[in-house]
């Protein structure tokens, strides 16, 4: 699987985040909260850094930024299983990569899991 994360791979359309939100399940992997809902067709992933925490857009950015290379480099962590999930940023300071990453690797791994 190349890691790659195009347009088609980024989840959009409010029925399907709404949905995602309603049915799903959540559980937290310290600074992100992970909403996961089992998928048909293909893996669709939403990060999201909340305009309440972080006043500056380029903040927010750069959160979404490193949530989304993070994503990248570890999607091969799912093993070809297809699911809508959307990273919150929940932490009030910003982390370094290193903790993202981590936190997107365990989240990965227990998706998997399930």
């Known amino acids: ?14 029925e399907r985040i709404a949905n995602l939100y309603k049915e ?3 559980f937290t992997a310290w600074p992100l909260r992970v909403t996961y809902l089992p998928a048909e067709d293909e893996t669709q992933v939403l990060v999201w850094a909340p305009k309440s925490l ?3 857009a380029v903040k927010r950015n750069h959160l979404r930024r490193l949530m989304r290379e993070a994503y990248r480099l570890n999607q091969n962590l799912l093993e ?7 990273f919150n940023y929940i932490d009030k300071e910003e982390q370094p990569y290193a903790t993202i990453e981590r936190a997107i ?6 998706i998997a899991e399930k």
Do not use: D, E
Request: proline share 6%; aromatic share 10%.
């Open 1 to 14: 699987m190349p890691n790659t994360f195009p347009k088609h791979s980024r989840l959009c359309g409010q």
């Open 24 to 26: 799903g399940k959540r």
């Open 54 to 56: 972080f006043k500056r």
């Open 80 to 86: 070809g299983k297809h699911y809508l999930i959307a």
């Open 105 to 110: 690797c365990k989240a990965l791994k227990k």
